[in-house]
Structures are given as structure tokens and as C-alpha cells.
């Protein structure tokens, strides 16, 4: 199994366990928190509307973070060290949701755990193309881990909550997010690219940005994630209230990921034989066709397998394409504010999908509000299609 996330380098091995590790653990924490955070805040007796604006707080901290700590990191250069602290301080952050439960204290926990939280993935993300080098093609070998940290988490937890206490359910987050720490001190420091002005940098990253399509591809990524609001803050109570058991909906969740699994052994021969824009226009396309299947016709477990089975391109194909565009897009010097951008943008959509998701599910229902996700999704589709180039 350790061959096939191991692609060689030359002049030097790559890390691939160790950076196969730290994904593993930090989606299972995404793992914990994108099911069942909403069935938590359920649990302590909050309404749709107080659910929605909890989940959309570490999403509108994704719009502040990443830019931050990216520019922090090109300055100096430290992305692991920034990567280690901010896993560190995360775990120390959320240890405050022992204290008390009222709306107001896990509003300021959601806060400064996800300021910390979300430092993290962008910053590892440039890491790890930078320990790949000339075989970034190999990314997705190495980040289908995480995948499977995700499906661990979800599975193991759903099954655990099938006869526990939801009051269980912080516990476990705490040590996910202690392992992903733990996990960051084994990673070694990737090759340092050189050293460059930060009024240069800046100047830099705003002539890369006003490139053709670029600033279209970063509207569309905000879109898509708007487009799985309702999917991450709803989904699993929607389901419990179609009558699906925890154990199922836990095990419906994995699925998605499992296909999003096959789909990245498979990426790199996916990528040879279509563009980018191809790829993402597609991508965005079955977005909109799976919130329209979840929507309307969720009951129906054929349809609903069906519909997990398209998380292999509403997130797999998405975030790779995604991640290999921003690659492409900015030189070596200015990956972490690139990358940065690219969850500050995907934060942005996330938190506004979860907070008109929350608003939306109480007044309009289940299927209004994942139609409307559905037009998200086909809005970006044809921005894609039309802006890109190639």
C-alpha cells in the first residue's frame, strides 16, 4: 500500500507516509465535523436558523485566515512551522467547548479554534506540491488519504453514535485535532524557494491575478461551496428525518468518499486525457444534478447511492483541478497566498451556504433549498465554460 502513495523524486525520496499521514488525520477531522457538528448543536437544543449561523462561523473564518497566514508564510517562508502551530493552537482553542454550551461562548470557540484551524490545510497543501516538484501529478496518490481519514471518521463515529451519547462527540474532535499535531512535527521542511521583496510579492500576485479566467475560476470556487451548504449543514438531519438510521447516514457519507477515493487512483490518467476547464466545467455540472437528486428525491435509497457517488466530481475531481489551477496559476514564490485565496474563496461560499441554508431550510424546505443550490452550481458551470481559456 505505501508504493502507491510513494511517487520517486529526483535527487531525493518524497515523504509520502508522512505526508499521506498528516491528510489522513486532518480529514478526519473534516470527517467529524462535516456530518454530525449540526446534529451536535441539534443535540444541545439550537434552532435551524442559531445551527446554521455556529457552522458558518469557522466558514467566514476561512475568508480572513488563509490570506493571512499566507502572506505571513511567503514573507517568511515558514510554512511548516505556521502549519505546526496552527494544528497546535487549534486543539488548545477548542478545548474551551468543555467549558460551557451556551450560543454565545461556542460561538467565540467556533471563532479562534477555526482562525488556527484554517492556517493549516493551505500552507500543507503548498508543502506538499513543493516536496512533489516535477511530479505533481501525483498529488492526488498522496491526498486520497485524507479521503480516507474522512470515510475512518465517519463510518467509526456514526457507529459509535448509533449507541452513545452526542455528548461524547467534543472528546473525540480534541484527539483528532491533538493527532493532526502530532502528525505535523513528523513532516519534514520542504525545499525553500528564493527569497523575494514582499512589495514585490504583492505586485506579483496581482498581475498573476488579473491573468484571463483567473478571477473567474476564484467566483466559481466561492459558488461551488455555497452550492454544498446545505449538503454539509443539513444533510444528516435531513436524512435522519427521511427515516435513514445513524449508522446508514454515516455509512451514505463514507460512500461519497470512497468514490472520490477510486476517482483519485484514477486522476492522473483523468488528467492527461482532459483540460483543466473541461474538468471543472464538468465538475460543477454534476454538482448541480446531485443537490437537485438530494432535494427532491433523497427518499429513495437508489437515488440517494447515486447521489453520493457524484461527490467523486462535486469534491474529488473539483478540489484536484482546483488545486493543480492554482498551481499554474501562481509561481513557486507566491503558492501560499494562491492556495490561500483558494480557501479564502471556497470559505466565503461555504459560510453564505450555510447561512442561507439555514434560513432557507425552516421557511422553504429541503428541496427549495437544495435547488437553489443546484442554480449555484449551474451559474459557475457556465461562468467556467465561457471565461476560461482552453
Known amino acids: 500500500m505505501t508504493s502507491a502513495v510513494e511517487p520517486p523524486r529526483a535527487g531525493s525520496g518524497v515523504p509520502a507516509v508522512r505526508l499521506s499521514s498528516f491528510y489522513f488525520a486532518y480529514f478526519a477531522l473534516l470527517g467529524g465535523v462535516a456530518p454530525f457538528l449540526s446534529l451536535y448543536f441539534h443535540h444541545l437544543g439550537f434552532s435551524p436558523a442559531r445551527i446554521g449561523e455556529l457552522v458558518a462561523i469557522p466558514m467566514l473564518m476561512r475568508c480572513l485566515a488563509p490570506n493571512l497566514w499566507g502572506w505571513l508564510a511567503d514573507r517568511s517562508g515558514q510554512r511548516l512551522l505556521i502549519v505546526r502551530l496552527g494544528a497546535l493552537c487549534t486543539a488548545v482553542a477548542f478545548s474551551g467547548i468543555f467549558i460551557r454550551n451556551d450560543y454565545l461562548w461556542l460561538a467565540m470557540i467556533m471563532v479562534l479554534h477555526s482562525f488556527f ?180 428525491l433523497a427518499s429513495s435509497l437508489p437515488v440517494l447511492l447515486f447521489a453520493q457517488l457524484l461527490h467523486a466530481a462535486t469534491f474529488g475531481s473539483f478540489h484536484v483541478a482546483s488545486i493543480h489551477f492554482v498551481q499554474r496559476s501562481f509561481d513557486e514564490r507566491l503558492q501560499g497566498q494562491g492556495q490561500a485565496l483558494y480557501a479564502t474563496l471556497a470559505g466565503t461560499g461555504g459560510a453564505l451556504g450555510a447561512l442561507y441554508s439555514g434560513y432557507a431550510w425552516h421557511g422553504l424546505g429541503p428541496m427549495w433549498t437544495f435547488a437553489l443550490a443546484s442554480l449555484a452550481a449551474g451559474i459557475a458551470a457556465l461562468v467556467l465554460w465561457r471565461r476560461l481559456p482552453g
Open 117 to 296: 484551524w484554517h492556517a493549516v490545510l493551505p500552507q500543507f497543501e503548498a508543502i506538499t506540491l513543493s516536496h512533489l516538484g516535477a511530479q505533481s501529478s501525483r498529488y492526488a496518490r498522496i491526498r486520497l488519504w485524507g479521503s480516507v481519514g474522512f470515510i475512518a471518521t465517519v463510518v467509526l463515529l456514526g457507529m459509535v453514535l448509533e449507541w452513545a451519547t452526542l455528548d461524547l462527540y467534543p472528546a473525540v474532535m480534541l484527539g483528532i485535532m491533538l493527532t493532526i499535531f502530532a502528525c505535523s512535527l513528523l513532516v519534514p521542511a520542504p525545499p525553500r524557494p528564493a527569497a523575494s521583496m514582499a512589495g514585490e510579492a504583492v505586485s506579483g500576485f496581482l498581475q498573476q491575478l488579473r491573468r484571463p479566467g483567473i478571477l473567474a475560476f476564484f467566483v466559481c470556487v466561492a459558488l461551488m461551496q455555497l452550492s454544498h451548504g446545505p449538503y454539509y449543514t443539513f444533510l444528516t438531519l435531513h436524512l435522519e428525518a427521511l427515516g435513514y438510521s445513524r449508522s446508514l447516514i454515516g455509512f451514505l457519507w463514507a460512500l461519497g468518499v470512497v468514490a472520490e477515493i477510486v476517482l483519485f487512483l484514477f486522476m492522473a490518467r483523468v488528467m492527461s486525457a482532459v483540460s483543466l476547464k473541461q474538468l471543472l466545467v464538468l465538475s460543477f455540472a454534476l454538482a448541480a444534478i446531485r443537490w437537485l437528486l438530494l432535494g427532491s
